[in-house]
């Protein structure tokens, strides 16, 4: 096409200004074979699918707000005298990174409102990651392809908490110094390395004068960047993938169904945007959340009551706290089991719900692509792992704020710790069990609602006397929408014998199999959906009644 | 993705019209009936509706326009350490105040203008895209394969097997210079852990007085903290020292102290213990005289100062270690050692 002929109009610059800018830019980017495929790309909607845009916008809008904190912000540990116009801290040392972060919310107009957006979103940055994890976990939208996309948004979950971390440390003030006392503490529990390590991370004896600038880099380069890459990739995947979607009339495994991101989606996720921003904005502005200047400079022999971590590492805090204090010593050396053992409890908690996609997977045997989500009904098991998940991490938090917990209800702490210990064990297997029973319940009652129809709350009364609730037949949009998802049938181990007679050996890990594909999946673990036949039989039985 | 290569029987077989639509018949009556007509909007028929939307998202626009120069104003006229009362939320400082709402206003207007706008005025037709397998067809994937093997053939990696073990060996040696560069982030650990400032002779100093101490100041059921001479806030490495040298006394009844060890170590009922918690380092700060518990309050691990300061709930590992103190030919309190074990949370070299 490129002739001359075909150049030549535009040279003359008939065409609008924006269009030879695209010219422009696709003869040295070739950005219209991109757009040609994404611009009118289709999304699909769902309230649910707006989380994920929570968190990549207040992730936006930390590092917008982040960098311009950086510009006063100087992390450094040189104690210095304060002379700022903070009046109550007239006179007091304490290191510059403090006094830096007094005069960014006393000094620099606007400095505050910056600081607590900056503070905010990473609140809801965290909240937002959390709650969008659960919500691809419990529709089951991490199963194949989307297992390297779920890793990718575990990492930033991970991520974002250490950033956090970091992020709260650099004012060094008495609340976030304590929580590094804590980190240290924990770091030195590990076994052989723990002082190494302690020693290599605070270039020397704690607190040391390293810190903070250390942190500092980790916190705005280091894990941002690494961030910034997995949420660039975990988008890439997104819409190499195709957002997945729920069963519904029109919808299948092989299409998409929605609106084209130009304009429609474009301007509602676009809108979405500047709606979180406002929202954050607006609460920073009304709501105050870590007031360092009411909290003074960190000393590491001094304390405030009450101290919290920000609530995301509320579950690691839990944990600490409910540990009974166990030591080992022998032969001159000592295990720190009451620390240690939390500390890998928050690991390996972690993981298992990072690798849960491969579990489930190894355990269905399906290899097979799946785009169209499940409601979490249809999957019991599934759904009642993840209850109970959410179940142990709730109680670590309110673990992590026993004290608070006991003061506010007027319990003794010790009965808090007692509760927290045993409800770790206990809550999710009774959450388990209760979830499983509340699914099957919703599946028979989509069952019944398929073959008697919907209730339609008029009661009718039969010419015998008897009342009866009139039942409207569903649509067929509705009985389709009900009957979509897929059922497993549970795994066996087949024949043990062989057709000759020959004792076949069963391997450990096919039985494993076969048990949990049974829990999965076997007659107590869902309820076989409505059949055709079953459908007719009941609605042209209807007739004769 | 073809349904070949399922392993297991125990996938749901094929089923109906979970695949393909297929046009609803009285056979199935749970097939897929294809995506519902689309439904017009009361903007898309009425012209004057649609006219109510395009004012209500300029209006929207507008209020944005607005706040964005309330929020200039704000910046400008409001004095920036003005505090005002607002009722639920109490005494704010009133720059941060208006420059949050008229910010947040700004961006929330815009924001829904943009969404009025694209549910009442853009199309809301639903239209269907085709998704494709995203694994590569056989002959891609042949091709690939085979490409690589001519690649990896032309590269002679597989017969020369000298070039690719000494590349494999410089390879993993490289990566050691980064290891050895992160060696001077800190000191070794040594004994560090083990010494504090306190030694025979140190004088105990009050830390809110930076006086020395006689007995007679510490009355009975107080909670005193101390530091040893010579330790000035201003000094380079403070922090470090009281880190490690902080010390909370306590004056008991010396017929109160069961433990034989405190006693001998106290002088006239006054025990000096760490105030390094030896959970995770957290300062000790509270003290109940009746009980002569002292309460860590990061994690609530309490200590029976009567009783060698063992752990009497929470979770630290032991307890703290106790600095054995006398007086001095003045009548001073002073250190008669160091703590006799390392102070603060257990590690892995403590024993
Ligand atoms: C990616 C996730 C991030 C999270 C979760 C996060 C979180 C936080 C938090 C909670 C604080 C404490 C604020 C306070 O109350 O004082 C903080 C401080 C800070 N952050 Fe971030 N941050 C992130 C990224 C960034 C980036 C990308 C930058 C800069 C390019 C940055 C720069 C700063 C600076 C300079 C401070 C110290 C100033 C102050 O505390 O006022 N942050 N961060
Ligand atoms: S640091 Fe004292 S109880 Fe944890």
């Given at each position: 096409m490129s002739t001359a002929a075909n150049e030549a109009p535009r040279s003359r610059g008939k065409a609008p200004a924006g269009e030879r800018v695209a010219d422009w830019a696709d003869g040295r980017l070739g950005i219209y074979s991109l757009a040609k495929a994404n611009m009118r790309k289709i999304f699909p909607d769902h309230w649910s699918f707006m989380l994920g845009e929570i968190c990549l916008y207040s992730f936006i809008i930390i590092i917008l707000t982040g960098v311009y904190l950086t510009l006063f912000f100087h992390p450094s540990m040189n104690e210095v005298e304060y002379h700022g116009?903070?009046?109550?801290?007239?006179?007091q040392l304490m290191s510059e990174a403090y006094k830096s972060t007094l005069d960014i919310s006393?000094?620099?107009?606007g400095g505050l409102l910056i600081r607590q957006i900056h503070h905010w979103a990473a609140i809801i940055f965290l909240a937002g990651m959390f709650v969008h994890m659960m919500r691809v976990f419990f529709t089951g939208a991490f199963r194949k392809p989307r297992e390297i996309n779920w890793l990718f948004g575990f990492l930033l979950f991970v991520l974002g908490m250490f950033t956090g971390f970091t992020g709260y440390s650099l004012p060094d003030d008495l609340l976030s110094g304590t929580g590094v006392r804590f980190t240290q503490g924990a770091i030195l529990?590990?076994?052989?390395v723990g002082t190494y390590i302690s020693m290599f991370l605070f270039g020397g004896?704690?607190?040391?004068?390293?810190f903070v600038a250390r942190f500092y880099s980790i916190h705005i380069l280091l894990l941002p960047g690494i961030m910034l890459g997995l949420v660039v990739g975990h988008l890439i995947l997104v819409f190499y993938h195709k957002h997945t979607q729920f069963a519904?009339?029109?919808?299948?495994?092989k299409n998409v169904v929605g609106m084209p991101l130009l304009p429609v989606y474009m301007a509602k996720a676009g809108g979405f945007f500047f709606l979180v921003f406002g929202v954050i904005a607006a609460i920073a502005g009304i709501a105050s959340v870590n007031p360092i200047w009411s909290i003074g400079p960190y000393r590491p022999d001094q304390v405030s009551t009450g101290a919290q971590p920000d609530w995301y590492m509320g579950f690691a805090e839990g944990l600490v706290r409910a540990m009974p204090g166990w030591e080992i010593n022998f032969w001159g050396h000592t295990l720190v089991l009451g620390v240690f053992v939390p500390l890998v409890i928050f690991g390996l908690f972690l993981a298992i719900i990072a690798l849960y996609p491969f579990i489930e997977s190894w355990v269905t045997g399906d290899k097979r692509e799946h785009h169209i989500l499940d409601r979490p009904r249809n999957a019991p098991t599934r759904t009642a792992f993840g209850v109970a998940w959410v179940t142990a991490y709730m109680i670590m938090l309110i673990g992590g704020g026993n004290d608070i917990v006991a003061t506010h209800f007027h319990l003794s702490i010790n009965a808090v710790t007692w509760f927290v210990r045993i409800g770790f064990f206990a809550g999710p297997v009774i959450a388990f069990v209760i979830t499983k029973r509340i699914c099957l319940g919703l599946q028979r009652r989509d069952k019944e609602k398929v073959l008697?129809?919907?209730?339609?709350?008029i009661i009718k009364r039969l010419p015998h006397g008897e009342f009866i609730e009139v039942h409207e037949p569903l649509s067929q949009e509705q009985l389709h929408t009900l009957t979509a998802h897929e059922q497993y049938k549970s795994a066996e181990i087949g024949p043990t014998v062989d057709e000759n007679g020959v004792q076949r050996k069963v391997k450990r890990t096919d039985k494993l199999r076969a048990k949990l594909s049974k829990s999965y999946y076997g007659p107590e673990s869902q309820i076989p959906k409505p059949t055709v036949e079953e459908y007719k039989e009941i609605t042209s039985g209807h007739g004769h009644h | 993705m073809s349904s070949q290569d399922i392993p297991e029987e125990n996938l749901p077989a094929a089923q109906r019209g979970t695949h393909a639509p297929k046009p609803a018949d009285d056979k199935n009556p749970?097939?897929?009936?294809?995506l519902p007509p689309h439904e017009h909007r009361i903007q898309d028929i009425d012209e004057r509706a649609a006219k109510r939307s395009e004012r209500t998202v300029a209006l929207l626009f507008t209020v944005s326009m607005l706040a964005t120069i309330g929020f200039i104003a704000s910046f400008v006229?409001?004095?920036?350490d003005k505090s005002i009362y607002v009722f639920?939320?109490?005494?704010?400082n009133a720059m941060n105040l208006a420059l949050g709402l008229t910010l947040g206003v700004a961006l929330f207007t815009i924001g829904a203008g943009a969404v009025h706008w694209a549910r009442t005025?853009?199309?809301?037709e639903e239209v269907a895209d085709e998704r494709h397998p995203i694994e590569a067809s056989p002959e891609v994937r042949a091709k690939v394969h085979a490409d690589f093997k001519q690649g990896a053939k032309e590269s002679v990696i597989g017969r020369r097997k000298l070039i690719r073990n000494t590349m494999l060996g410089a390879l993993t040696l490289v990566p050691l210079s980064g290891v050895v560069l992160l060696r001077d982030l800190g000191p070794l650990?040594?004994?560090?852990?083990?010494?504090?400032?306190?030694?025979?002779?140190k004088l105990l100093v009050n830390m809110n007085t930076n006086e020395p101490m006689r007995p007679s100041d510490i009355a009975v059921g107080s909670l005193t903290f101390a530091k040893p001479e010579g330790?000035?806030?201003?000094?380079?490495?403070f922090q470090n020292e009281i880190a490690k040298a902080a010390l909370m006394l306590i004056r008991l009844?010396?017929?109160?102290?069961?433990?034989k060890r405190e006693l001998e170590w106290s002088h006239e009922g006054i025990v000096a213990y760490s105030k390094?918690?030896?959970?995770?380092g957290c300062p000790i700060s509270l003290y109940e005289q009746q009980t002569h518990h002292a309460l860590c309050?990061?994690?609530?691990?309490?200590?029976d100062l009567a009783d060698g300061?063992?752990?009497?709930?929470?979770?630290?590992g032991h307890a703290l270690p106790q600095l054995r103190i006398g007086v001095n030919d003045e009548g001073y309190l002073e250190a008669l050692?160091?703590?006799?074990e390392p102070v603060g949370p257990a590690f892995w070299e403590r024993g």
């Open positions: 116009s903070y009046v109550p801290m007239q006179g006393f000094d620099v107009r529990s590990v076994p052989i004896e704690f607190p040391g004068t390293d519904g009339p029109g919808k299948t495994n008697h129809g919907r209730e339609s709350g | 749970f097939a897929d009936p294809g006229a409001i004095p920036h639920p939320l109490g005494h704010i005025l853009m199309s809301d650990p040594g004994t560090k852990l083990r010494h504090t400032l306190w030694n025979k002779g330790l000035d806030e201003h000094d380079h490495g009844e010396p017929e109160a102290i069961k433990d390094i918690c030896t959970h995770v309050p990061c994690h609530q691990s309490t200590f300061a063992r752990v009497i709930f929470g979770p630290a050692s160091d703590f006799e």
